[in-house]
């Protein structure tokens, strides 16, 4: 009698078929997903998101943003979320989080989400349908599913600051970028968003429309402007999005206006300096002129 087992051959065929459906299961468990305690809730409420498969250690912003949807994304960028209610939240070392959002009326109308978004590194993004009640509700716009743009190439920032950035005046380049379409139809005055973030802060969006037509197959080299406000200085992200969807980043390393603490500094020795010497002519003028001043005086009387 052997001592080898016989495994069933039934057995063999099972683990099989089952290995590639473990091999999906793993990774679609890695991909960022966010559930709520609530698919419904009104203005004063809250809701928990709870949030599996993020990087971990991650740190995250949670916002209830407008005009929205888990397939289209959020169109309009954080301009469409109501940002002052907005959520910071760490995912922990398995990249899992839960935590309470308030529920507050986004600027735009509903169909709305639960946008939660990387804050720092890689770019990760996630989307849960939610209903604000009492909210408008209107149809998102509609969506030419024909053309799409893609980055070809690495995105640049063309300038450098002058003598007016150095006083404080608002830093500005040229977001330069060429794109492609990928689709089957035309994109005739296609409207960018251009996004600026500092820190952990969100990116505040601003529309701007490239006059022109890109056929299917073509590319096209844009040039977008970019500002800051006055005084802006420290390490900046630069985000393009177009569709909903972010097309690339550039980072942007504002230096500090020195000139202005230049200014400060000189008003800070100047002034106390000048003050003193006005002083000091006063003094002069009344202080007495010594013992024959007196005599006058003295006479006078």
């Given at each position: 009698?052997?001592?080898?087992?016989?495994?069933?051959?039934?057995?063999?065929?099972?683990?099989?078929?089952?290995?590639?459906?473990?091999?999906?299961?793993?990774?679609?468990?890695?991909?960022?997903?966010?559930?709520?305690?609530?698919?419904?809730?009104?203005t004063g409420g809250s809701i928990t998101v709870n949030g599996t498969g993020w990087r971990a250690n991650a740190l995250l912003m949670m916002l209830i943003c407008g005009r929205s949807s888990t397939d289209r994304g959020v169109i309009g960028g954080t301009n469409s979320c109501a940002n002052a209610d907005g959520r910071a939240v760490t995912a922990d070392a398995k990249g899992r989080f839960s935590?309470?959002?308030?529920?507050?009326?986004?600027?735009?109308?509903?169909?709305?989400?639960?946008?939660v978004a990387t804050v720092t590194g890689e770019k990760a993004e996630a989307d849960a349908a939610f209903l604000v009640a009492g909210h408008d509700v209107e149809p998102l716009p509609k969506q030419d599913s024909g053309g799409r743009l893609s980055v070809?190439?690495?995105?640049?920032l063309d300038g450098s600051g002058g003598l007016l950035t150095w006083f404080g005046a608002p830093?500005?380049?040229?977001?330069?970028?060429?794109?492609?379409?990928?689709?089957?139809?035309?994109?005739?005055?296609p409207v960018f968003q251009v996004g600026t973030s500092h820190g952990v802060f969100a990116p505040q969006w601003e529309e701007q429309q490239w006059r022109g037509t890109i056929g299917p197959g073509k590319k096209a080299r844009i040039s977008l402007p970019v500002e800051l406000t006055a005084g802006a200085h420290g390490d900046y992200t630069v985000s393009l999005k177009f569709g909903g969807k972010v097309l690339a980043e550039q980072p942007w390393g504002v230096g500090r206006p020195w000139g202005v603490t230049l200014f400060w500094i000189l008003?800070?020795?100047?002034?106390?300096?000048?003050?003193?010497?006005?002083?000091?002519?006063?003094?002069?003028?009344?202080?007495?002129?010594?013992?024959?001043?007196?005599?006058?005086?003295?006479?006078?009387?």
């Open positions: 009698m052997s001592g080898k087992v016989r495994v069933p051959a039934v057995l063999v065929v099972l683990a099989l078929a089952l290995f590639p459906l473990v091999g999906t299961t793993a990774s679609a468990a890695d991909k960022p997903a966010v559930e709520l305690s609530r698919s419904q809730a009104g935590k309470k959002l308030p529920v507050s009326e986004p600027p735009v109308p509903c169909p709305c989400v639960v946008h070809l190439t690495d995105t640049r830093p500005s380049r040229t977001l330069v970028f060429t794109v492609g379409n990928v689709g089957t139809a035309p994109v005739k005055d008003v800070c020795a100047v002034v106390p300096a000048a003050l003193f010497r006005i002083g000091m002519a006063v003094v002069d003028r009344i202080r007495p002129r010594g013992p024959a001043g007196r005599v006058r005086r003295f006479g006078a009387g």
